[in-house]
Protein backbone atom coordinates (compact mmCIF):
# COMPACT_ATOMS: atom_id res chain seq x y z
CA UNK A 1 0.00 0.00 0.00
CA UNK A 2 1.14 3.44 -0.80
CA UNK A 3 1.95 6.06 2.11
CA UNK A 4 -1.00 7.96 0.98
CA UNK A 5 -3.04 4.62 1.68
CA UNK A 6 -1.95 3.90 4.87
CA UNK A 7 -2.68 7.76 5.67
CA UNK A 8 -6.16 7.14 4.17
CA UNK A 9 -6.53 3.88 5.92
CA UNK A 10 -5.49 5.13 9.72
CA UNK A 11 -2.12 3.37 9.19
CA UNK A 12 -1.19 3.11 13.03
CA UNK A 13 2.09 3.47 12.22
CA UNK A 14 1.33 6.99 10.63
CA UNK A 15 0.43 8.23 13.66
CA UNK A 16 3.62 10.38 15.06
CA UNK A 17 4.62 12.63 17.49
CA UNK A 18 6.16 15.79 17.06
CA UNK A 19 5.56 18.65 14.73
CA UNK A 20 5.40 16.81 11.68
CA UNK A 21 2.27 14.36 13.02
CA UNK A 22 0.51 17.46 13.89
CA UNK A 23 0.92 18.89 10.61
CA UNK A 24 -0.44 15.55 9.20
CA UNK A 25 -3.25 15.23 11.03
CA UNK A 26 -4.36 19.08 9.88
CA UNK A 27 -3.25 18.71 6.49
CA UNK A 28 -4.52 15.13 6.14
CA UNK A 29 -7.72 15.04 8.33
CA UNK A 30 -6.34 12.62 11.12
CA UNK A 31 -6.93 13.10 14.79
CA UNK A 32 -3.31 12.49 16.18
CA UNK A 33 -3.43 11.07 19.57
CA UNK A 34 -1.38 13.97 21.51
CA UNK A 35 0.21 11.56 23.83
CA UNK A 36 1.83 9.30 20.72
CA UNK A 37 5.48 9.47 20.55
CA UNK A 38 7.25 6.47 19.40
CA UNK A 39 7.62 5.15 16.07
CA UNK A 40 5.80 2.37 14.95
CA UNK A 41 6.68 1.52 12.08
CA UNK A 42 9.97 -0.12 11.31
CA UNK A 43 13.06 2.46 11.11
CA UNK A 44 13.68 1.74 7.12
CA UNK A 45 10.00 1.93 6.46
CA UNK A 46 10.27 3.98 3.23
CA UNK A 47 6.30 4.83 3.28
CA UNK A 48 6.46 6.32 6.33
CA UNK A 49 9.73 8.35 5.00
CA UNK A 50 7.75 9.52 1.99
CA UNK A 51 4.99 10.95 4.05
CA UNK A 52 7.45 12.88 6.30
CA UNK A 53 8.46 13.92 2.62
CA UNK A 54 5.77 15.35 1.32
CA UNK A 55 4.69 17.27 4.50
CA UNK A 56 8.31 18.61 5.16
CA UNK A 57 8.75 19.89 1.54
CA UNK A 58 5.08 21.61 1.06
CA UNK A 59 5.34 23.65 4.37
CA UNK A 60 8.94 24.67 4.09
CA UNK A 61 7.93 25.05 0.36
CA UNK A 62 5.47 28.14 1.97
CA UNK A 63 7.75 29.23 5.00
CA UNK A 64 10.32 29.82 2.36
CA UNK A 65 7.96 31.54 -0.25
CA UNK A 66 7.36 33.68 2.46
CA UNK A 67 11.20 34.49 3.76
CA UNK A 68 11.60 37.63 1.79
CA UNK A 69 7.85 39.10 2.83
CA UNK A 70 5.61 38.34 0.29
CA UNK A 71 5.08 35.56 -1.40
CA UNK A 72 5.21 36.27 -4.75
CA UNK A 73 2.53 34.94 -8.15
CA UNK A 74 5.78 33.06 -9.37
CA UNK A 75 6.75 31.22 -6.20
CA UNK A 76 2.65 30.09 -6.20
CA UNK A 77 3.17 28.67 -9.64
CA UNK A 78 5.95 26.83 -9.04
CA UNK A 79 4.55 25.37 -6.20
CA UNK A 80 1.23 24.15 -8.17
CA UNK A 81 3.81 23.28 -11.19
CA UNK A 82 5.49 20.70 -8.65
CA UNK A 83 1.79 19.46 -7.56
CA UNK A 84 1.13 19.13 -11.17
CA UNK A 85 4.21 17.00 -11.70
CA UNK A 86 3.22 14.95 -8.89
CA UNK A 87 -0.52 14.49 -10.46
CA UNK A 88 -1.77 15.00 -7.17
CA UNK A 89 -5.29 13.54 -6.47
CA UNK A 90 -7.55 16.03 -5.19
CA UNK A 91 -7.55 15.44 -1.80
CA UNK A 92 -3.68 15.22 -2.00
CA UNK A 93 -3.48 18.81 -3.37
CA UNK A 94 -5.54 19.92 -0.91
CA UNK A 95 -3.24 18.71 1.59
CA UNK A 96 0.05 20.10 -0.15
CA UNK A 97 -1.90 23.36 -0.10
CA UNK A 98 -3.12 23.45 3.20
CA UNK A 99 0.87 22.64 4.48
CA UNK A 100 2.39 25.27 2.05
CA UNK A 101 0.02 27.55 4.26
CA UNK A 102 0.73 26.23 7.16
CA UNK A 103 4.42 27.07 6.53
CA UNK A 104 3.56 30.87 5.64
CA UNK A 105 2.22 30.99 9.25
CA UNK A 106 4.14 33.26 11.66
CA UNK A 107 4.54 30.38 14.61
CA UNK A 108 5.78 27.59 11.67
CA UNK A 109 8.10 25.72 14.05
CA UNK A 110 10.49 25.50 11.44
CA UNK A 111 13.43 24.36 13.37
CA UNK A 112 11.75 21.55 15.10
CA UNK A 113 10.46 20.46 11.55
CA UNK A 114 13.84 20.13 10.66
CA UNK A 115 14.91 18.21 13.26
CA UNK A 116 12.36 15.63 13.05
CA UNK A 117 12.36 15.17 9.09
CA UNK A 118 16.29 15.09 9.47
CA UNK A 119 15.35 12.42 11.84
CA UNK A 120 13.01 10.48 9.49
CA UNK A 121 15.11 10.56 6.75
CA UNK A 122 18.02 8.26 8.45
CA UNK A 123 21.11 10.07 7.59
CA UNK A 124 20.01 9.15 3.39
CA UNK A 125 22.06 11.98 2.23
CA UNK A 126 20.97 11.66 -1.36
CA UNK A 127 17.48 12.16 -0.15
CA UNK A 128 17.82 15.07 1.97
CA UNK A 129 20.05 16.51 -1.05
CA UNK A 130 16.85 16.27 -3.22
CA UNK A 131 14.57 18.30 -0.32
CA UNK A 132 17.31 20.71 -0.28
CA UNK A 133 17.45 21.22 -4.43
CA UNK A 134 13.26 21.11 -4.41
CA UNK A 135 13.79 24.01 -1.78
CA UNK A 136 16.18 25.95 -3.46
CA UNK A 137 14.20 25.65 -6.91
CA UNK A 138 11.19 27.46 -5.22
CA UNK A 139 13.54 30.11 -3.80
CA UNK A 140 14.46 30.69 -7.78
CA UNK A 141 11.25 30.47 -8.97
CA UNK A 142 10.95 34.34 -9.46
CA UNK A 143 13.92 34.46 -11.14
CA UNK A 144 16.05 35.76 -8.12
CA UNK A 145 17.33 35.03 -4.88
CA UNK A 146 16.47 37.43 -2.54
CA UNK A 147 18.79 37.92 0.58
CA UNK A 148 16.52 36.32 3.08
CA UNK A 149 15.36 33.64 0.83
CA UNK A 150 19.02 32.94 0.84
CA UNK A 151 19.81 33.42 5.08
CA UNK A 152 16.69 30.80 5.19
CA UNK A 153 18.49 28.13 2.80
CA UNK A 154 21.48 28.84 4.71
CA UNK A 155 19.63 28.00 7.66
CA UNK A 156 17.64 25.09 6.42
CA UNK A 157 20.64 23.38 4.54
CA UNK A 158 22.79 23.36 7.65
CA UNK A 159 19.95 22.03 9.96
CA UNK A 160 19.93 19.13 7.76
CA UNK A 161 23.94 18.64 7.53
CA UNK A 162 25.35 20.55 5.12
CA UNK A 163 27.64 23.75 5.32
CA UNK A 164 27.72 26.95 3.24
CA UNK A 165 30.06 25.55 0.82
CA UNK A 166 28.35 23.17 0.10
CA UNK A 167 25.23 25.08 0.06
CA UNK A 168 26.96 27.36 -2.59
CA UNK A 169 27.91 24.55 -5.06
CA UNK A 170 24.01 23.73 -5.12
CA UNK A 171 22.60 26.90 -6.20
CA UNK A 172 25.19 27.31 -8.70
CA UNK A 173 24.37 24.01 -9.83
CA UNK A 174 20.26 24.22 -9.74
CA UNK A 175 20.50 28.03 -11.05
CA UNK A 176 22.19 26.29 -14.28
CA UNK A 177 20.44 23.16 -14.95
CA UNK A 178 17.39 25.42 -14.58
CA UNK A 179 18.32 27.04 -18.00
CA UNK A 180 17.72 23.21 -19.39
CA UNK A 181 14.57 23.11 -18.12
CA UNK A 182 13.22 26.36 -19.29
CA UNK A 183 15.34 25.34 -23.07
CA UNK A 184 13.01 22.13 -22.80
CA UNK A 185 12.04 22.93 -27.05
CA UNK A 186 16.48 23.59 -27.76
CA UNK A 187 15.41 26.21 -29.24
CA UNK A 188 18.30 28.52 -27.71
CA UNK A 189 21.40 27.39 -26.73
CA UNK A 190 22.73 27.22 -22.86
CA UNK A 191 25.86 28.73 -22.31
CA UNK A 192 28.71 26.18 -22.08
CA UNK A 193 29.73 27.60 -18.72
CA UNK A 194 26.31 26.90 -17.57
CA UNK A 195 26.75 23.04 -18.51
CA UNK A 196 29.80 22.47 -16.43
CA UNK A 197 28.10 24.31 -13.49
CA UNK A 198 25.11 21.94 -13.97
CA UNK A 199 27.68 19.03 -13.16
CA UNK A 200 29.04 20.84 -10.66
CA UNK A 201 33.01 20.61 -11.95
CA UNK A 202 35.26 23.29 -13.61
CA UNK A 203 35.50 24.00 -17.41
CA UNK A 204 39.19 22.73 -17.02
CA UNK A 205 37.90 19.51 -15.66
CA UNK A 206 39.34 16.61 -17.90
CA UNK A 207 37.10 14.01 -19.78
CA UNK A 208 37.35 11.52 -16.72
CA UNK A 209 36.94 13.63 -14.35
CA UNK A 210 33.83 15.11 -16.46
CA UNK A 211 32.67 11.64 -16.68
CA UNK A 212 32.89 10.80 -13.10
CA UNK A 213 30.96 13.83 -12.10
CA UNK A 214 27.95 13.04 -14.79
CA UNK A 215 27.46 9.47 -13.32
CA UNK A 216 27.98 10.62 -9.84
CA UNK A 217 24.88 13.14 -10.56
CA UNK A 218 22.82 10.73 -12.72
CA UNK A 219 23.62 8.19 -9.56
CA UNK A 220 22.52 10.67 -6.71
CA UNK A 221 19.39 11.78 -8.62
CA UNK A 222 18.39 8.25 -10.09
CA UNK A 223 14.23 8.26 -9.27
CA UNK A 224 14.25 4.46 -8.46
CA UNK A 225 16.99 5.11 -6.14
CA UNK A 226 15.57 7.88 -4.60
CA UNK A 227 12.04 6.22 -3.81
CA UNK A 228 13.41 3.61 -2.33
CA UNK A 229 15.38 5.62 0.15
CA UNK A 230 11.92 7.91 0.72
CA UNK A 231 11.38 10.00 -2.20
CA UNK A 232 7.33 9.97 -2.37
CA UNK A 233 6.37 8.34 -5.38
CA UNK A 234 4.21 11.42 -6.99
CA UNK A 235 8.36 12.88 -7.16
CA UNK A 236 9.26 10.46 -9.75
CA UNK A 237 8.55 13.06 -12.23
CA UNK A 238 10.61 15.62 -10.78
CA UNK A 239 13.57 13.34 -10.24
CA UNK A 240 13.40 12.64 -13.83
CA UNK A 241 13.36 16.03 -15.20
CA UNK A 242 16.64 16.42 -13.15
CA UNK A 243 18.29 13.72 -14.96
CA UNK A 244 17.08 15.12 -18.33
CA UNK A 245 18.63 18.35 -17.69
CA UNK A 246 22.06 16.51 -16.14
CA UNK A 247 22.02 14.45 -19.20
CA UNK A 248 21.58 17.52 -21.66
CA UNK A 249 24.58 19.51 -19.71
CA UNK A 250 26.95 16.16 -20.10
CA UNK A 251 25.97 15.64 -24.11
CA UNK A 252 26.49 19.83 -24.36
CA UNK A 253 30.09 19.43 -22.47
CA UNK A 254 31.07 16.86 -25.01
CA UNK A 255 30.05 17.87 -28.27
CA UNK A 256 31.90 21.15 -27.55
CA UNK A 257 35.22 18.90 -27.12
CA UNK A 258 35.00 17.10 -29.88
Given at each position: ???W????????GF??????G??????F??????????L???I??P?R?????????F??MG???K???????D???MA?????H???S??????????FN?G??????L?E????F?????R???????FL?I?I??????G?????????????S?A????????EH????I?????Y???QG??????L??????L????????A??KK??R????QHH????VS?G??????????E??QE???????I?K???
Amino acid sequence: MSWWGKILGGGFGFMMGGPLGAMMGMAFGHQLDKGMSTLELDIGDPERTQAAFFTATFSIMGYLAKADGQVTKDEISMARKIMAHMNLSPDQQHSAIELFNQGKSADFPLDEILAQFKQECHRRRNLLQMFLEILISTAFADGTLHSAEKRALQHISQAIGFNNAQLEHLLSMISAQQHYSQNQGGSAKVPLGDAYKALGIASTASDAEIKKAYRRQMSQHHPDKLVSRGLPEEMIKLATEKTQEIKAAYEQIKKSRL
